[in-house]
Each structure stands twice: as C-alpha cells, then as structure tokens.
C-alpha cells in the first residue's frame, strides 16, 4: 500500500493535477481578497530598481508569485528539488513564473540539492533581467536568514527586495516554518521592507550586519502586514501565537 500512495504522489500525471488546482486555488484568494500596500506607492519605488532579489519567509510562499502585476515583470522563484517541491513549482509556472530548482542548507547537503548550481543560475537569471525570488531562510530553521541570499546580492550587484503577504483568513500548520495557507474571501496586505544592497567588496561582517537587516527588516514586514488585516498572529518564531495544526483563522 504505501508503495502504491508513493508511486501516485510521484506520478506526472497526479502533481500536475495539484499543481494545477493549487494555481487555480490561489488566483481565488488573490481576486477575492482586498489588497492594501504598504508604502502605497511601493511599485513605484521597486520598479526602477529591477531586477532585483525578493525576499520573503519560508511558509510565506504561496501568495508570493502574486507580487508580479504585470507581463513586464519578468520573475524566476527557487523552489527545491523535494517532492513537495514539484507541485510548488507547477503552480508557479501556471502562475506565469518561471522556476528554478534547488535549495540552501546550512550544511554539506546544500550541494546535493542543488544549491551551487542554482547560485549560478540565479546570478544569470538577473543578468538576463529576471528578477529572482526566494525565501531568506534555510530549512529548518526558520525565520533566520541565511547568508546564500547575501552572497546572491553581492554577487549580482542587485538589490534585496524584502516583503511579506499575507491574508487576514488562514489555515496555520505546526510544521517546522509554520506554514500558512491563505484562504478567500477576507483582507490582503503587501508590505515591503527596508531596500538592502550588498557592495562587491563586503567582508564576512559586513556580510553578517546584512543578513542581521535582512532578517530584521523580513520580521518588522511580517508583524506589519498581519496588523493591518487584524491579526496579532503574524509574531517571530518562537512567540506563544502558534496554535494547534490545521487551525482555521479568520
């Protein structure tokens, strides 16, 4: 039996069936709910400084592909090589973002996932004028901010773009990144944090002081965004807010 579950799951034809309905999924809760910007004019300050690197929390995810508004926007996400991997990257595709495969570790597994590769390909990726999105954080341990991200930067030469989106309604699980799953029908906000770039020539501290502002900024982003929809749950890591898994909010 669990050879015929493990088989159906790797199956082409079932993750693209969830991917597919994953895509269609969030484009509901996308037009279903309403949106507030923080800064307002946040398009206005991002755009002449693209491509640039996006930034935001793993377990954040799903409303991320949604910050490209327009066909000019040209976007590639990182999404791991995992099973769970897959499905992600089909929504995104169908979201109209391209994908690039692999992730970070903070050990030697960063070089079986793919990571040195990726790096590459994120690096020409903004070359070509793709702006680049992916989570600041390593797994598992979540809501602390790597240094791949700033080596991205400083490699590139482009900004970090650091954000958080989230939707007053949720589905929370209590799985390692706290995953949220937004839901329809309820308030939406978008806010950026502090702008952060990387000179060719950062040393290992001034490496670190960004990756300290980075996780700050990502942090400040996120308990904003949940305050102006209401909910006091959008805390760290580590804060009594968790609640059991499968927990509805809103």
Known sequence: ??????????????????????????????????????????????????P???????????????????????AKVLISRHRDGEYNAIAVERLGIGTIRGSGDHGSAFHRKGGVGAFKEMVRALEQGYNVALTADVPKRARIAG??????ARESGRPIMPFAMVTSRYWRLNNWDRTTINLPFGRGALVGGEIIMVPPDA?????????????ATLNDALVRAYAQVGRPEGTPQGTPQARPQGTPHG
Do not use: C
């Not at 690197?53 to 991320?64: L, P, R, V």
């Not at 240094?147 to 991205?152: A, E, F, H, R, T």
């Open 1 to 50: 039996m669990k050879k015929l579950v493990r088989d159906l799951l790797r199956s082409n034809w079932f993750q693209q069936a969830v991917g597919s309905l994953a895509a269609a999924f969030l484009r509901l809760v996308w037009r279903t709910n309403r949106f507030s910007f923080d800064p307002p004019n946040v398009y206005e300050i991002v755009e002449p400084q693209m």
């Open 52 to 74: 640039a690197i996006f930034a935001f929390w793993h377990g954040q995810h799903f409303m991320s592909a949604f910050v490209k508004t327009k066909d000019s926007h040209r």
């Open 147 to 152: 240094l791949g991200i700033i080596m991205l």
């Open 203 to 215: 040393d290992a501290q001034m490496m670190e002081e960004a990756r300290a502002r980075l996780e």
